[in-house]
């Protein structure tokens, strides 16, 4: 009986993650109330209450089902069984991406309600904090992985690697949002793949044939 009960709830959880992002992503994030939200799924208000705290509680448990994953895969230890190093985990972690949001709906459309369906206003003002410090994160570990591959060929940078990371970063976004916008108007990962391979090649990196 306690299985079937905790079962039942891993369901209504669910459940109020699957219409959340449905009802983010028709109304915005603002707009959007807990109480469409459990009609969409089913469920009662105190359902929704019961598994989150509040309204923004729900929209970083629907981001976190989506990036969490991908989190988990580009950032892995190894790839195949071998580490990934300098500019090829570079080339790993951004090619992950752009493959899943191309292949993945729920991917794509949690990125579009994080991206587009997101006002920066009063209690939301705390998620584009959250995406600073997520982009900052992210700026960081290119930022590493270029020092690591400049070691590696021996090469001098035009820009420090700072500043190297932080143009690679925004034309990655770049990218996404046109993407995004143009609703999947070209290929995303092949595109995408050849940008940021003519970028590194600008920094004066040799890559792999």
């Known amino acids: 009986m306690a299985r079937r009960t905790k079962e039942d709830a891993c369901a209504t959880r669910n459940s109020l993650l699957d219409a959340a992002e449905q009802v983010f992503y028709e109304q915005g994030v603002a707009r959007a ?38 989190e988990q895969a580009a950032y892995g230890e190894d790839v195949g069984g071998a580490r990934l190093e300098g500019l090829a985990r570079v080339r790993h972690v951004i090619a992950s991406v ?59 940078l035009p820009v420090s690697a700072g500043e190297a990371a932080l143009a690679l970063r ?5 990218v996404i949002q046109s993407w995004l916008l143009s609703r999947g108007g070209f290929g995303l990962s092949a595109v995408g793949m050849r940008a940021v391979d003519a970028y590194l090649r600008g920094l004066g990196f040799a890559l792999a044939a």
């Open 33 to 70: 109330s807990l109480n469409e939200i459990a009609q969409r799924a089913g469920a009662t208000r105190g359902a929704v209450y019961w598994h989150f705290k509040d309204k923004l509680d729900l929209f970083y448990a629907m981001l976190e089902r989506v990036t969490l994953p991908l």
């Open 98 to 156: 752009f493959v899943r949001l191309e292949e993945d709906s729920q991917t794509r459309k949690v990125f579009e309600v994080l991206l587009h369906k997101v006002e920066y206003v009063g209690e939301l003002v705390s998620v584009q904090e959250r995406n600073v410090q997520a982009m900052a994160e992210f700026g960081a570990k290119l930022e590493a992985a270029l020092v690591h591959a400049q070691g590696e060929q021996q090469i001098e």
């Open 170 to 174: 925004c034309l990655f976004d770049g």
